[in-house]
């Protein structure tokens, strides 16, 4: 499967996530635009299961609180994003199948805005809730 990437203003997260999978390999094709990267790779075959950590990591960061503490990120991965992943593996593989070329800053933005909003919400109930609390 080959599939061109950009990034927007994730290009150090997609850059880590290709050097933890060892994917540098798979890379036919890089080129940086302004404040774009374009990676193209022929992906291998765990390619799509492997890809949601990549989002994850992206929504995570975008939450201002979130992205301070890794414990918060953590906790907030297994609350929101843990039970989700079937969902979301399945909306990134009906993507891919539809387009050669994703990218990842629009992705979070339009396709997996209800995750970023579940862990708004989730973290609106823990500061209430600590509030609240005698």
């Given at each position: 499967?080959?599939?061109?990437?950009?990034?927007?203003?994730?290009?150090?997260?997609?850059?880590?996530?290709?050097?933890?999978?060892?994917?540098?390999?798979?890379?036919?094709?890089?080129?940086?635009?302004?404040?774009?990267?374009?990676?193209?790779?022929?992906?291998p075959?765990?390619?799509?299961?492997?890809?949601?950590?990549?989002?994850?990591?992206?929504?995570?960061?975008?939450?201002?609180?979130?992205?301070?503490?890794?414990?918060?990120?953590e906790?907030?991965?297994?609350?929101?994003?843990?039970?989700?992943?079937?969902?979301?593996?399945?909306?990134?593989?009906?993507?891919?199948?539809?387009?050669?070329?994703?990218?990842?800053?629009?992705?979070?933005?339009?396709?997996?805005s209800?995750?970023?909003?579940?862990?708004?919400?989730?973290?609106?109930?823990?500061?209430?809730?600590?509030?609240?609390?005698?």
């Amino acid at each position: 499967m080959r599939l061109t990437i950009s990034t927007g203003s994730y290009m150090n997260e997609l850059m880590d996530w290709i050097a933890q999978n060892n994917y540098n390999n798979y890379i036919e094709n890089f080129e940086i635009e302004n404040d774009n990267c374009f990676i193209t790779l022929n992906a291998p075959r765990n390619f799509t299961s492997n890809i949601i950590t990549l989002f994850e990591r992206i929504i995570l960061e975008r939450n201002q609180v979130a992205k301070v503490h890794d414990r918060l990120k953590e906790l907030l991965a297994n609350i929101v994003i843990g039970p989700s992943k079937k969902d979301i593996i399945h909306l990134i593989n009906k993507y891919i199948l539809e387009s050669d070329h994703i990218n990842l800053e629009g992705f979070v933005t339009f396709r997996l805005s209800d995750y970023s909003h579940m862990i708004d919400l989730v973290l609106y109930q823990a500061v209430k809730n600590a509030l609240m609390s005698p």
